[in-house]
Structures are given as structure tokens and as C-alpha cells.
């Protein structure tokens, strides 16, 4: 039965400064946690997640969701974490190289994938992804995925959705730190669908998959990984949900 969304609000929507830190410190000093979602939603309602977001006391704003909005350094200083969603276009060079930046002196990301099984659709955030040495690749594969490499994202997490979605290729490169978290079984071992990257000051987490932002879908939704996430991207002093006990 689909959990009420009041009593998700209930069980995450303590504010504490944890970000890069230890996640149980509490610091009436922290900012408000600025989180801008690029692009659309996805298939399934999507306003349950902003509102889950937003009641954590984090500001909330979707952007760049038509393909006439240039990805500019003024966009992003407004916040401290992005979330890619359903991009509306591939993102040109120049504007790759503003937002590594961007991650480069601080922010966080968090990137998803596998909108409609078309990949010209799906892999418009690989044009994003390029400085921090990663993309989106192969065939759609599907979960849930039970296989987590220890990590602060990944504590205490047993099983994520994932229908539908995408492998991660590591790019190399030296600008980054990737550290594959997350796996599915494959035909010649396992194959890497969640990625923890440091560039810089900034760090992000890649997904290869969408559902895990679908509230909507009730027992599909996983607040841990959201809550752990965005306390290891976000920026120092920047007030994030305490995870469940």
C-alpha cells in the first residue's frame, strides 16, 4: 500500500548541517540547502518529490525545461546542488565547460537517466556529464539493484529500483575521481549503474536510472538514498535531511 506522503514528511524532514561531514552533527548555523532540478519530469508525477524537497526547508526551483534557455555561470551560482532530470537537448561544449566549473569550486550534482527508451532522449545528459569523465551507455537493463560497494551514499541501503535505465562508462581522465557504488549482474560481471565523484570541491552522484525520483510510485521511492546523497554532495554548512535511524 502506498505510504502516506505526510508520514514521509514526518520521517525526513529534520534539518541538520551534515554535508561532507559526519551526518549525525546538527548546526543551527547551516544555509538552506538551494537545489535546482534541470529540465522536466519524468513519466510519472514528479510534484510529490518537489514537495518532499521543499519540505525539508531546501529552496526548490525547476529550470532549463525548453531547449531555447542557455545554461549559463549566473544560472548555476544560484545554487548549491543540481539535479539533472528529463533534459529538453544535448548542452554544447562551452556550456559542459561552465558547468564543470561550476562543480569544480563547489557544487553538487545528481544525475538520472532512461526517460523514454530513446536514447537521443535518455543520453542528453551525457553532454553534462563529460567533465566529470562519465556517461550513459549500452543497452536498457533493469533491477532492482541489491549490490552496493561501501560508501556514505550507500549505508544501510538494501534494495533501489531500477527499470528501465543504464550502464555508466568511466570516460578516465584526471579532472575527477569516480568511484563506481552501485552494480546490476551482467553477461561478463557486474555492470556499474551508480557512480560517487569528487572534482575539484565539488562532488556529484551519477544514477543510470529515473525511478528513484517517483514518490508518486510509493514503495518504489527511496528516501535513504536521497537523504545520504544530497548530505554527500552538498556543499559544507548547508542544512540537509537527517537519515533514518
Same mark, same amino acid.
Given at each position: 500500500m502506498k505510504r502516506p506522503l505526510a508520514l514521509v514528511f514526518?520521517?525526513?524532514?529534520?534539518?541538520?548541517? #551534515?554535508?561532507?561531514?559526519?551526518?549525525?552533527?546538527?548546526?543551527?548555523?547551516?544555509?538552506?540547502?538551494?537545489?535546482?532540478?534541470?529540465?522536466?519530469?519524468?513519466?510519472?508525477? $514528479?510534484?510529490?518529490?518537489?514537495?518532499?524537497?521543499?519540505?525539508?526547508?531546501?529552496?526548490?526551483?525547476?529550470i532549463q525545461t525548453t531547449a531555447d534557455e542557455p545554461l549559463t555561470e549566473e544560472v548555476l551560482q544560484r545554487f548549491d546542488v543540481v539535479v539533472i532530470d528529463w533534459l529538453t537537448r544535448?548542452?554544447? *561544449?562551452?556550456?559542459?565547460?561552465?558547468? #564543470?566549473?561550476?562543480?569544480?569550486a563547489g557544487g553538487g550534482v545528481a544525475s538520472m537517466t532512461g526517460w523514454n527508451n530513446v536514447i537521443a532522449d535518455d543520453w542528453h545528459a551525457n553532454s553534462l556529464l563529460a567533465p566529470l569523465g562519465v556517461a550513459y551507455s549500452g543497452a536498457l537493463i533493469s533491477g532492482p539493484v541489491t549490490d552496493f560497494a561501501p560508501h556514505p551514499i550507500t549505508k544501510g541501503l538494501g534494495s533501489v529500483v531500477f527499470k528501465g535505465g543504464y550502464a555508466i562508462s568511466d570516460l578516465?581522465?584526471?579532472?575527477?575521481t569516480?568511484?563506481?557504488?552501485?552494480?546490476?549482474?551482467?553477461? $561478463?560481471? *557486474?555492470?556499474?549503474?551508480?557512480?560517487?565523484?569528487?572534482? #575539484?570541491? #565539488?562532488?556529484?552522484?551519477?544514477?543510470?536510472?529515473?525511478?528513484?525520483?517517483?514518490?508518486?510510485?510509493?514503495?518504489?521511492f527511496p528516501p535513504r538514498l536521497w537523504v545520504q546523497m544530497f548530505a554527500w554532495i552538498a556543499p559544507p554548512k548547508r542544512c540537509v535531511l537527517v537519515p533514518p535511524s
Open positions: 514526518l520521517a525526513f524532514t529534520l534539518a541538520a548541517c #551534515g554535508a561532507r561531514s559526519d551526518l549525525e552533527d546538527a548546526d543551527a548555523a547551516c544555509a538552506p540547502l538551494e537545489i535546482g532540478l534541470l529540465g522536466n519530469p519524468g513519466a510519472y508525477d $514528479s510534484s510529490e518529490f518537489e514537495q518532499w524537497l521543499a519540505s525539508s526547508g531546501a529552496g526548490v526551483q525547476r544535448d548542452y554544447t *561544449a562551452s556550456e559542459a565547460a561552465t558547468f #564543470g566549473d561550476w562543480i569544480t578516465g581522465g584526471a579532472e575527477s569516480r568511484t563506481p557504488i552501485a552494480f546490476l549482474p551482467g553477461d $561478463s560481471g *557486474a555492470v556499474n549503474v551508480g557512480y560517487a565523484i569528487d572534482m #575539484g570541491s #565539488g562532488r556529484a552522484f551519477v544514477w543510470g536510472d529515473e525511478w528513484i525520483e517517483f514518490l508518486s510510485q510509493g514503495s518504489d
